[in-house]
Structures are given as structure tokens and as C-alpha cells.
């Protein structure tokens, strides 16, 4: 790489940035590590551009206007217009032809908007980076990175841009996506000589490689299209999926259909051929059957539906990011759900604290500094060990809290953020307090570790390095009390387990004075030697919203499983509020899970529902062991080391807030408010969408077999009347509905309402075919009735006009009008029977998707034209009917609403028995 020069940057910037200094570097890019000013930014932004890739090249205009003529079923149409042409039926083969036009834009538009459904999917979930702006630290979407940005790494980041390392502790990057090399690399800051072959310059970190571990300050030196992944971009281009299992299913389905009508058509041609009739009725017979049998728009529709749940889903903060998400969301059986901030509010307060001078407790609301410190429920002043518990909290920790417009607003973490409003609420001014005891160093927590450390040098000229963490960590670390007594560890840890029953969260804090004055914290200086200063109780209460999603998602047949870092008595009363442990239940600690071979656990993992202490490895042998009993499952995850388990599981679900971008990377959707409520929303989203699909489906599939079931039996059976076919459509005329219908009828099943029992039936299986027994049975069932309906009317139309002296060629253009008026009123009729699976149109609400009214009444004016326009009349041979005709097409049509109530009634009887 060369460096993207900044013109104002002295001279020797001329090696590249592996072999500089990092002092040469920052300078070189006119930038220190108080970060570039908001205005230089602003200009450089100007001049560098924009720090994103190329966007990828979809599929072109061109290219998806072709995939709509390149088409089996399009070549045949067009033969069908030329040969119609050739045979003196101009008329016929320009309106087969602007059916094919009209087909073919219809049909691009539907592909190119669900494209850009898609397309939309990757850009909801947009990168941040933490850069250092001004002096101050601020979170900027990653595309605003300029060369000289100061970024701040951590573990779980994206690096957002090539960056030279100028401070780095501990920082590890996988670096798969440039190298291959799927083990992390380490990283330093040292110069290295210029022809180090990227893989090795262990003083750069690349775009779009992942921080797995440890932290790191650098320099920006390459944005963009500049960036090593901008060069190897093409390679790169992320590809959203748009085929899922259940397209794929469709398409296959189709795929059959197809070829079985193909080889009907082939039949019909013969035998019309044998009984007589003309060679080009026979072809056209053929034809149209083909054409308008075969389902050829099903796959679209599917896709259309499953981006149409996308939005859904986006609407209700759930991020989709793989289109198939949407219906492996249906099927869902187990959702295991971090409990930190997904289950509860995340809205952490110390109530309690226990130091050796015995039990406090602090008062207030949130995160307003404002409480009493209580003994014995009496107001005390803080005694010096509880000002050192207090102390320890304010100073071992990182997020701030504020007042902003009247809120006390936090950032950063949320238990720290509470420890520090305890220390105000103790000792009064805290920044006063880090002032005076100047941080020097820090072990940063991690959720593996469980713990944190600080060193700070004293008011008094001396250091003391404050830890913080899950009891049983610090207590390793911690042998004596204050007076350098042993610690009674049976005593602490009844009072742990007693405060973490009521459901608090317990951390402990312990101090040492490091024997030499320290420049920096080492994993030995935290290793053991400290004074245990005592406990703090947080509560951190269950979200109101995820109880009721808890039990909803129990009426839906779903197990809720709480997966957390938390102490077990903690997690295990957080649960019982939450609805998802009895009594009598017990927590299954990660400890325990290691001891279980992945037989036994199993078992362990179909009872326990509530599973404490768990590291993020279990997380990956729970989703396996859940999934080798048949479950889908959803898992939640927010760090770096969730990522194989959200890979692994059914539906990866990670954290929009607080989730690193490693594991969004890995997650299938994203929860916009980290919500366990939206994970239950999402659920029922996906519900909705494969009852649509499904909806979809068996309203499609009879009209197509009605047709075939028409053709057949009248050119099996038909009469042929001077030398003429009585047929009852003409291929133009069938093409007609096909059009007109699959627009104005099949798209307004897509946005259907919910069942009203969406949450009340158990999941589906996912292995089960979407044309099941019931799409079959439907099919059948309602072919049968439109075809003997509308060749019914067919024929008393035809033969009662010619019964009473009119010439055959007029009554046979009236009976085919009616045939088409017919198939026409049975699908509107249909529709409205098809808004629900198993109910009435009145349970699913009769107004609760306006668009089937629209899209029925589009159809019925385009009908009313097809049948009294002069126009139309020449160009699709139709003829006027008269009011009394029409009637008769109404009431037979309205047939259908009977018919399948009743077989719905049947059918839910059927199902109850069953259950
Ligand atoms: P989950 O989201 O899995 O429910 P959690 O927040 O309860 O998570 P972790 O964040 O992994 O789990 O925390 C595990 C334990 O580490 C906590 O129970 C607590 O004792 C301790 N801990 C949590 N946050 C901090 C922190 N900022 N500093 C020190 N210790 C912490």
C-alpha cells in the first residue's frame, strides 16, 4: 500500500505506514491523538469522499428485463401470436403480443422492487465507528471516516478503515476476509521494514477484518475504494441470498406442474387432432391450456410476500438481514434469550450493599442521584468502608451519567453507570473524586473474565488498584478483609446467594496496594492479593413488555429459555418473574454444562429453562444440543464469541444496541431495541407471512387446474359444430384473466391481516411441504367447482341461444363471454373465502385488508369493460351480456361461499378431534 498523501504532510511521508512510526504517521496525516477537528473532518470528507466500497452491481435493468422474455412459456406465446398472424387472426396474435409486453413489465417490476427489498436488507443494519473528534470520543456511522480519523477498536468492531496502530493493548484481529488466515492475528505497533507482505504487518489492521479481542487506538491511513478490501471489493461483493428453502420448494413444485401440463397439452393436441377439429384449434387449444395452467408467477409472488414480512418485521424493529429469517421465524420451537437488557430493562440501581460494618440499603429512582444510604432503615451517614465500597465503584468503571433536558442519561454500561450513581448518592461529587484519584491504567471487563480492574495513583501520593466483578472471580483474588484477616467465604457467599435470590445482581469489589509504584496493570498484578471490600446489589427488573411476550410466546407453543452471565440465584428469580421458571426449578450453571457429554446434555437442556454462569461456548453446544432434538432455534447473542452460536442456531438473533458488529455479522436478524418483545413480534411476522404464502398458494393453484379441467373436458367431450371447436375460452381470452386477475386478486393476499389464533397454534414443522394436504385438497376441490361451474354456464348459454334461432357464431361468443365472466366471479368469490385459512372472512376482521376490496373492484371494472366495450368486444371477441346472464354467472359463482365454509367447518372439526 501507499500512503494516500495528505499535500500538507512533510516530506518523509513517502514510505508506507507499516514502516513509519506511528509518530511519523500521525503526522504525516496531520492528526494527533486528540483526534482530527470536526471541521478538518468536514473538508477532508470533502476531498477523500465517502468511506464505503463501490456499491455491488445488482443485476441490470437490461438483465432482469431479459430473465422476463427468456421464458419458455414467452417463446411459446410468441409463437402462438405469429402462428395466429400467419393464419389471418391479426387481431388475436397483437393482442397475444401486447399481453406478452404487458406480462413482461409486470413481472419486471415485481422482480426489480423485491431486488431492492433485498437490496435494502444489508443497508439497514449500517456500520459505526468510534472515532475521537474534538478532543471527545463520539460514535460516527463508519461511512464518515476520513485519513487521519483517530479510531478507537475494540473487541467485537469491524475496523472500518485501514488503520496504522498507534496504542494497542492485548488487540487481536482476525483478518479471514483478507488473508484466509482464520486464526487472529496479533497485533503491535512497532514499524516493520516496507516490503512486509500484508498478512504480516502486524502494526496495520484492514477494513472489514474483526477486532476478536483487546483494544487499540489508530490512525486512519486508507478509506474506501482505497482500502486493501477496497481493491479485492469485487471479489467481496456481499450476495443476498434471495432464494430460501421455502422458493426453492415453490419453484420445484412449479417445476412439476409445469411438465405434468406439458404433457396434457401434448394429449389435448392429439386428441383434438383425432376427434377432427382443425389443426390450429388444436395448437391454439394446446397452447392456451399451457399457458394459463402452468403457475408460471408463483415463485414472484412467494419472494414478494417473503420481503413484504421484511418490512413487516422492520416496521416492529426487527432487522431481517437473510430473507429466508422470515420463515424459519414461523417455524420457530425454542428461543434461548440473553436475560441482561433483552429480558430485563437494563436499567440497573444499587438497592443494597454489604461491607463489614454490615447491610445498607440505597434509595431513589433510576438514575437520578438522589437517595438515602439506610441502616436498619434509620438514614446513616456512610461509615469509611462503605465510602471505600462506594469509592471502588465510582472508580472501577467507565460510563458516565449526565443530565440532559431534565433525564439523568447514561453511557456506556449500565452496571457501572449504576455504581456510579450509588458512589453520588454516597459520597457526593464523583468527578471530584477521579480527579484526585487519576486513573493510570485499566483491565477493560469482559464477559469471559468477569471482572475489571483500575489502577489509580492516590490523593496521598501512593497507587491502589481497584477490581470488580462476579463474586466468585473476585474472591479468587481476594483471601483477607480489611483488618487482614482471613475471609469467612461461607458467609459470603450465603449473603451473595441471598441478595442474588431477591433477584439482584451481585458484584463484588476489592482493593490492593501494588507492593512498587505500577506504569501499567499485568494479568499477574490482578492475580490475587487484594482486601475484599464488601457487595453491591443491583436490580435490574424484568421488561413489563417481555412477560407478556414470554407468555405469548408460551400460548404459541414456544419455549423460552434464559441464557446469561448472571449469578445463578439471580438469573433463576429474574426468571420465576418472568414467567419462565416454577418454584421448584432449578438453574443449570455453565460449570455444569462442561461436565455433560453432549448425550446427557440433551436431557439436561429439554427441562431447564434457566441457564446461569454460562460462557459464550455453552451457547454453542445448547443451540446443537436443542437442534439434535428437532427444535428451531432462536439464540441471542451481542459479543464476539456468540458468533458461531448465532451461526449455528436456526435463527441467529443479534443486539442492534449493544451487540458488536461481529455478531451481527453472524445473526440472521437484528433486534433495533435489543428487545425480547421484538423477538416475539417477529415470530408472529413470520407466522403471517407463511400464512400468506400459503394463502396465496391455494388461491392461485385451483384457477390454473380449473383451466386445465376445461380444456380437457371439452375437447374430450365437446361437440364440434360446423366444423368449428366448441371451445369455451379463447387463448386470448384466458390470457385475459390470467393477466388481469394475478394483479388486481393474487397480490392482495400478501399483505392479509394476521389469523386472530397466530399466537394460539402451536409452531409448524419445519420440514412440512408448503403444498400440503390441505393446499391439495383445496385445489381439487375448488377446480372442481369452478370448471363444472363455468362450463355449465358455458353450455346453457350457447345452446339456449342457438335453441331459439340465434346464429351459433354470436351465441358462441356470448357463452364464451360468460365463461370468462364466470371463472372471473368464482375468484372474487374465492378471494374473499381465501383472506382466512381455517375462519370466516368475519374472524380475520371484514375490513382488516382493504386492499382485496381494491383489488376487486379494479377487477370488476376491468371485467365490465372486457365485456361491454366495443373495443374490447373486437379485440378479445367477447360479446354484451345481458343483466339476466350476469345473474345467473353471480349465482353460480357465489356457490363457492357455501362450499367452502362448510369445508372449513369440517376441517377445523377434523382438526380439533385430532388435537
Ligand atoms: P446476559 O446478557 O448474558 O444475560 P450478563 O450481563 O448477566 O449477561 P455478563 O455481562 O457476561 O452477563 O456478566 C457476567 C457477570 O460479570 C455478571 O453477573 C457480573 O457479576 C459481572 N459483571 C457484569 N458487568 C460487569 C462490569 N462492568 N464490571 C465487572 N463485572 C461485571
Not at 408463483?298 to 424493529?317: D, E, K
Not at 443491583?538 to 419455549?559: K, M, N, Q, S, W
Not at 425480547?676 to 411476522?685: D, G, K, L, S
Request: one cysteine or more; charged letters at 20%.
Amino acid at each position: 500500500m501507499t500512503l494516500t498523501r495528505d499535500p500538507d504532510a512533510p516530506p518523509e511521508a513517502s514510505l508506507p505506514p507499516h514502516a513509519l512510526e506511528a509518530s511519523a504517521v500521525l503526522a504525516a496525516f496531520a492528526s494527533s491523538l486528540e483526534g482530527l477537528r470536526s471541521s478538518e473532518a468536514e473538508r477532508r470528507r470533502a476531498r477523500y469522499g465517502a468511506n464505503v466500497l463501490a456499491p455491488a452491481r445488482g443485476d441490470g435493468v437490461l438483465h432482469i428485463l431479459w430473465r422476463q422474455i427468456n421464458n419458455p412459456l414467452v417463446f411459446v406465446l410468441l409463437g402462438a401470436a405469429a402462428l395466429a398472424i400467419a393464419t389471418g387472426k391479426g387481431i388475436d396474435g397483437a393482442v397475444v403480443l401486447a399481453v406478452v409486453v404487458v406480462n413482461a413489465i409486470i413481472g419486471f417490476v415485481q422482480e426489480y422492487r423485491a431486488g431492492k427489498a433485498i437490496a435494502a436488507l444489508s443497508a439497514m443494519t449500517p456500520d459505526t465507528a468510534t472515532v475521537l473528534r474534538d478532543g471527545e470520543k463520539v460514535t460516527v456511522p463508519a461511512a464518515e471516516l476520513v485519513p487521519g480519523d483517530i479510531v478507537l477498536l475494540q473487541s467485537g468492531d469491524r475496523v472500518p478503515a485501514d488503520v496504522r496502530l498507534v496504542v494497542e493493548r492485548g488487540l487481536r484481529v482476525e483478518e479471514a476476509a483478507l488473508t484466509g488466515e482464520s486464526v487472529p492475528a496479533e497485533k503491535e505497533t512497532a514499524p516493520l521494514p516496507p516490503d512486509t507482505p500484508l498478512g504480516d504487518r502486524r502494526n496495520m489492521a484492514f477494513a472489514g477484518t474483526y477486532v476478536t479481542s483487546g483494544v487499540g487506538t489508530a490512525v486512519v491511513v486508507a478509506t474506501g475504494m482505497r482500502t486493501e478490501l477496497g481493491r479485492i471489493s469485487a471479489m467481496l461483493r456481499e450476495t443476498t441470498e434471495i432464494e430460501t428453502p421455502l422458493t426453492k420448494q415453490i419453484a420445484a413444485v412449479s417445476r412439476w406442474i409445469t411438465v405434468a401440463i406439458l404433457i396434457v397439452s401434448a394429449l389435448l393436441f392429439a386428441t383434438g387432432l383425432l376427434r377432427g377439429y382443425p389443426a390450429v384449434d388444436a395448437i391454439l387449444a394446446a397452447i392456451t391450456l399451457a399457458v394459463g395452467a402452468i403457475p408460471e408467477g408463483l415463485p414472484a409472488v412467494i419472494t414478494i410476500v417473503l420481503a413484504i414480512g421484511v418490512r413487516r418485521m422492520a416496521a416492529r424493529r426487527a432487522i431481517v438481514r437473510r430473507l429466508a429469517a422470515v420463515e424459519t421465524l414461523g417455524s420457530a420451537t425454542v428461543i434461548c434469550s440473553d436475560k441482561t437488557g433483552t429480558l430485563t430493562r437494563n436499567e440497573m440501581m444499587v438497592q443494597h450493599l454489604w461491607a463489614p460494618s454490615g447491610h445498607y440499603r440505597l434509595t431513589g429512582t433510576g438514575y437520578a442521584p438522589e437517595g438515602a444510604l439506610l441502616h436498619n432503615d434509620q438514614s446513616v451517614a456512610p461509615p469509611d468502608d462503605v465510602a471505600e465500597l462506594a469509592r471502588a465503584g465510582a472508580l472501577c468503571s467507565d460510563s458516565t451519567v449526565q443530565q440532559k433536558d431534565g433525564k439523568w442519561v447514561i453511557t456506556g454500561d449500565p452496571t457501572e453507570a449504576a455504581l456510579e450513581v450509588a458512589a453520588r448518592k454516597i459520597l457526593g461529587d464523583v468527578a471530584a473524586l477521579r480527579r484526585d484519584w487519576p486513573r493510570l491504567d485499566a483491565i477493560p471487563f469482559e464477559s469471559e473474565r468477569k471482572f475489571m480492574a483500575t489502577l489509580h495513583a492516590t490523593p496521598s501520593g501512593g497507587q491502589v488498584i481497584y477490581l470488580k466483578g462476579a463474586p466468585e472471580v473476585v474472591l479468587q483474588r481476594a483471601a483477607r478483609d480489611g483488618a487482614g484477616a482471613p475471609l469467612d467465604a461461607a458467609q459470603i457467599a450465603a449473603q451473595v446467594e441471598a441478595l442474588a435470590a431477591q433477584g439482584l445482581r451481585v458484584l463484588a469489589l476489592a482493593a490492593k496496594v501494588p507492593a512498587a509504584p505500577l506504569a501499567a496493570l499485568s494479568e499477574e498484578d490482578v492475580a490475587g492479593g487484594f482486601v475484599f471490600l464488601g457487595l453491591q446489589g443491583l436490580i435490574d427488573p424484568p421488561r413489563p413488555e417481555a412477560i407478556a411476550a414470554v407468555a405469548a410466546c408460551h400460548g404459541a407453543g414456544i419455549t423460552v429459555k434464559m441464557i446469561t452471565g448472571d449469578h445463578a440465584s439471580t438469573a433463576l428469580a429474574i426468571g420465576r418473574q418472568l414467567g419462565l421458571a416454577d418454584a421448584g426449578d432449578r438453574a443449570v450453571t455453565g460449570a455444569e454444562l462442561e461436565r455433560l457429554s453432549d448425550d446427557e446434555m440433551v436431557d439436561v437442556v429439554r427441562t431447564a429453562n434457566v441457564f446461569a454462569r454460562v460462557a459464550p461456548e455453552h451457547k454453542l453446544r445448547l443451540v446443537r444440543a436443542l437442534q439434535r432434538q428437532g427444535e428451531v432455534v432462536a439464540m441471542t447473542g451481542d459479543g464476539v464469541n456468540d458468533a458461531p452460536a448465532l451461526k449455528q442456531a436456526d435463527i441467529g438473533v443479534a443486539m442492534g444496541i449493544t451487540g458488536t458488529d461481529v455478531s451481527k455479522e453472524a445473526a440472521d436478524i437484528v433486534l433495533a431495541d435489543d428487545n425480547f418483545a421484538t423477538i416475539a413480534a417477529a415470530v408472529e411476522e413470520g407466522r403471517r407471512a407463511y400464512d400468506n404464502l400459503v394463502k396465496s398458494l391455494a388461491f392461485i393453484l385451483p384457477t390454473n387446474l380449473a383451466f386445465a379441467l376445461i380444456f380437457l373436458v371439452a375437447v374430450v367431450f365437446f361437440p364440434i359444430e360446423g366444423g368449428n371447436a366448441l371451445l369455451p375460452m379463447l387463448p386470448t381470452q384466458l390470457l385475459w384473466i390470467n393477466l388481469v386477475s394475478a394483479v388486481t386478486l393474487a397480490l392482495p393476499l400478501a399483505v392479509e391481516a394476521m389469523e386472530p389464533d397466530i399466537m394460539r397454534r402451536p409452531p409448524r414443522r419445519p420440514d412440512a411441504p408448503v403444498f400440503n394436504r390441505f393446499v391439495a385438497f383445496r385445489t381439487v376441490l375448488v377446480a372442481l367447482l369452478i370448471a363444472s361451474g363455468t362450463l355449465g354456464l358455458f353450455l346453457v348459454q350457447y345452446f339456449s341461444e342457438v335453441g331459439i334461432g340465434i346464429a351459433p357464431d354470436v351465441a358462441l361468443r356470448e357463452a364464451q363471454t360468460m365463461a370468462v365472466t364466470a371463472v372471473t366471479l368464482f375468484q372474487v368469490f374465492y378471494l374473499l373465502q381465501s383472506r382466512s385459512l381455517r375462519d370466516s372472512i368475519f374472524s380475520i376482521g371484514l375490513f382488516s385488508n382493504p386492499w382485496v376490496y381494491v383489488g376487486i373492484g379494479v377487477l370488476l371494472a376491468l371485467q365490465a369493460g372486457f365485456i361491454y366495450l366495443p373495443v374490447m368486444n373486437v379485440l378479445f371477441g367477447t360479446a354484451p351480456l345481458s343483466l339476466m346472464s350476469l345473474l345467473e354467472a353471480v349465482l353460480v359463482a357465489f356457490l363457492i361461499v357455501p362450499v367452502i365454509t362448510v369445508e372449513k367447518a369440517i376441517a377445523s372439526r377434523l382438526a380439533r378431534e385430532a388435537a
